[in-house]
């Protein structure tokens, strides 16, 4: 069942950033360039008298007044610098697929509805893996059991809390038991652990143009919501050394009776 729950899948959304703005370093040499002026000025009045210190003047006066400016004019332009520079949103415009993080004010967010449903530990969902196959999940608490076909074959599992892994084949009334291990099923009753709201921006999912929500925990885990409007277009699970991507989602708690019942009269294999 690994290869349906943790196969790596090539990523479907692009990263290319705007450029930063950047810092006006000319204005910076010509504010510097006028101090060096008004410095020479001033040392060469200090060394000479009243008399020839006017003539100085008189003859210079065009110079000074120059380098005045220019030092006067780099001061206010730098002090006003974020007036004169590009802004990261205003350059997206341009951009076909540009992820742009936004200043969410609100603790609301449109995702939440879906992520309180997985959160909750009782769900049913269903998704096509990208770069995998067709999955529906019931979970309730630390019960979980998936249906999905495999090799022509309709296949359930159920963890049912025992420790242990239940394959079945209805088909011809068989199962195994296994041990749990790392992607199995079970993973999909904890994929919110320790999550919350991190941040949320505009990419481009699936040909789309989607508001992504992203929910992190501290183990560098994530959970990405991508809404086309109000509608779920997709979900990607983003773990230490992979990317799961989910699209046609249904999400919902209508968990049907009897789903993690082990089934009666089948043979162990």
């Keep these: 069942m690994s290869e349906f729950v ?4 090539a990523p479907i959304t692009s990263y290319d950033m705007p450029d930063s703005p950047q810092s ?22 200090y060394r000479k008298n009243s008399i020839a210190c006017y003539a100085y003047l008189e003859a210079n006066k065009n110079w000074i007044i120059v380098g005045g400016i220019i030092l006067f004019a780099g001061i206010v332009i730098l002090t006003n610098q974020n007036t004169f520079s590009i802004s990261p949103q205003n ?5 076909n697929i540009t992820p742009t993080q936004s200043n969410v004010s609100s603790n609301v967010q449109p995702s939440d509805q879906f992520f309180n449903i997985l959160d909750s530990g009782k769900f049913r969902f269903k998704v096509d893996i990208v770069g995998g196959n067709t999955i529906e999940i019931f979970a309730d608490g630390n019960r979980v059991a998936a249906h999905y076909n ?9 963890a049912p809390n025992d420790g242990f892994l239940y394959t079945i084949l209805d088909s011809d009334r068989i199962y195994t038991k296994d ?27 699936q040909g789309t143009s989607a508001t992504y929500y992203v929910y992190r925990n501290n183990q560098n885990t994530s959970l990405w919501f991508y809404l086309d409007e109000d509608k779920l277009i997709g979900i990607s699970y983003h ?11 249904e ?7 009897g789903v993690f019942n082990l089934p009666v009269g089948y043979t162990l294999r």
């Design 239 to 249: 773990g230490d050394s992979e990317i799961q991507y989910f699209i046609n989602i």
């Design 24 to 45: 006006p370093f000319l204005l910076w040499i010509l504010c510097y360039a006028g101090i060096i002026f008004l410095i020479i000025v001033a040392v060469k009045i």
């Design 91 to 95: 350059n997206t415009q341009s951009q």
């Design 150 to 158: 495999a090799f022509g074959l309709n296949v359930r599992e159920i």
């Design 6 to 9: 943790t196969g790596v899948t």
């Design 179 to 205: 041990p749990l291990n790392t992607g199995d099923i079970s993973n999909f009753s904890s994929l919110t652990n320790g999550m919350s709201f991190s941040s949320s921006g505009i990419t481009t999912f």
């Design 251 to 257: 999400l919902d708690k209508n968990i049907p009776h």
